[in-house]
């Protein structure tokens, strides 16, 4: 099992203890770091600057919004990267949701979600390949575009740039099961939201039509600490966070993944504590047993067993937040 850092997005601004992390990774073998993107920072610009400043570790994004940009930008700034970093590129890609894609990017969500979702990744997969001209007889993206409001002079095109790979892995943030399904079937692995190894199968049907070599690259929260009950307090934070606020009420993909997880009658808490602005109480409403259960937090012989698990299923690469190099270090010793 594989290990990768992820720094998520910015919050107020780009935080200076980053880069050196990600070099501290770098030096204790870390096969990749990941960025992401909300409705702020960007995934690509960050990792630029990493691939500036490092050599070897594999560069992610966990993920970049599908809504903010085309098909063929997304792939442009994925060969471009991979050409300057020398190959390192895994893009990560994911849907969001209605409020974010609606709300932030002044688009409709799809109300095909998984149609979107293949016609996104086949055009970029075409481009990567460069065989020849891209083109996509689809709903959402239709290339060369044929709608009425446009001038119908549009003629399909191939890349300039010769794309240094042109397999460059594409893995995807699906979350309800046929979208976990599909992942299986078009992409190259799949990053899951919340990942708890004692409910691996909860997934197992959805992986079966995985190619060998596909990825399973879950994120967890790791922080080695001597307080377990303090320790989880910013997993409940992120969870409070994405599970009451990072979707309207009756659509949360995140609150019926932790339904489905067995934790629905709190996550409907959750939820409703947060819209009511009880932020403080939503996030003590978070059970510290599902928090637990999708973390690595506690003493290192703690961390050490629990890491065990996670290792005994199906996940290739686990994906850590971990806020100081210390706890990075506890893993990699521990995982070699």
Known sequence: MRLGLVLGYWGRGP????LELVRTAEQLGYDSVWTGEAWGSDAFTTLTWIAAHTSRIKLGTAVAQMAARTPAATAMHALTLDHLSGGRVLLGLGLSGPQVVEGWYGRPFPRSPLT???EYV???RQVLRREEPVTCDGRFHPLPYRGEDGTGLGRPLKSITHPLRTGLPVLLGAEGPK????TARI??????LYWSPARSDLHAAALEAAAPGFLVAPMARATVCRDVAEGLLPVKAMLGFYIGGMGHAARNFHADLMARMGYEEAARRVQDLFRQGRREEA??????AFADEISLVGPRERIAERLAAWRRGPVTDLLV?????????VLAE???
């Not at 979208?179 to 599909?182: D, G, L, R, S, T």
């Open 122 to 124: 086949d055009i970029v």
């Open 187 to 192: 992409a190259d692995g799949w990053l899951p």
């Open 15 to 18: 935080d200076p203890r980053h």
């Open 334 to 336: 521990l995982n070699s």
């Open 283 to 288: 996030v003590r409403a978070v059970p510290d």
């Open 321 to 329: 937040t971990a806020p100081d190099p210390h706890t990075l270090r």
């Open 179 to 182: 979208n976990i399904a599909q």
């Open 116 to 118: 979107a979702t293949r």
